[in-house]
């Protein structure tokens, strides 16, 4: 059985398209500008909008078509059910905001490929217990990119890691992870936290 289309969106050069059977797929199909939900035109402004959410929380499951490198901006926002993640070889960003509130979300596979996680890619996951970014090439972690993971009580990092959030303020990297660090460790100060991991890893 063919799953029925119920949205679309063209961001970051990528579409995304979130289908019935709770399955939203991430591909290349040069398709533009719009976002579609039921067959009716909405605006790319409306891409936070109360009928997108309603969408989002139907999804559990994520699939990467073709040979995509960037998992767009926004591209699984308040998928709330959305449990386990498998992102493939070859993607070597993961963009701003991209799992942001997927509040059920615990285990996440990164690829070796991996160079760079966005601002605020995984903000808002609370279940989100475990990340291992050791095996990757990551060289940078965007502002906020796992802010408020109030569960995140382990995380390795690779020696590649180099660049953080901004220094300005509400632009940190792991700020409110308090099971993350100590207590005696500023959890804005994105070097000490990193210093810190690297040190138990």
């Excluded at 679309?8 to 398209?17: A, F, G, I, V």
């Excluded at 996951?125 to 090439?137: A, G, I, K, M, P």
Aim: charged content about 25%; proline content about 3%; hydrophobic content about 40%.
């Amino acid at each position: 059985m063919v799953d029925t289309l119920v949205a679309m969106r063209w961001l970051d050069k990528k579409w995304h398209k979130v289908v019935e059977k709770k399955l939203i797929e991430v591909g290349d199909e040069p398709y533009g500008g719009m976002i579609v939900h039921g067959g009716n035109d909405i605006s790319p402004n409306e891409a936070n909008s109360a009928a997108r959410v309603d969408r989002m929380e139907q999804v559990t499951k994520v699939v990467f078509l073709l040979n995509i490198t960037k998992v767009g901006d926004l591209a699984c926002t308040y998928a709330i059910n959305l449990i386990a993640v498998d992102i493939p070889e070859g993607i070597t960003i993961i963009g701003g905001g991209s799992f942001a509130g997927c509040s059920s979300l615990k285990v996440i596979k990164f690829p070796k490929s991996l160079t760079s996680i966005g601002n605020g890619s995984f903000q808002y996951c609370s279940s989100l217990e475990q990340v291992d970014l050791l095996h990757t090439n990551v060289e940078e972690l965007g502002n906020l990119a796992f802010c408020d993971c109030e569960s995140l009580r382990e995380m390795k990092v690779p020696d590649s890691l180099q660049r953080f959030g901004h220094r300005v303020p509400g632009h940190r990297v792991f700020y409110k992870c308090g099971k993350l660090v100590p207590e005696e460790i500023d959890d804005e100060d994105n070097e000490a936290v990193v210093a810190y991991l690297r040190s138990i890893q």
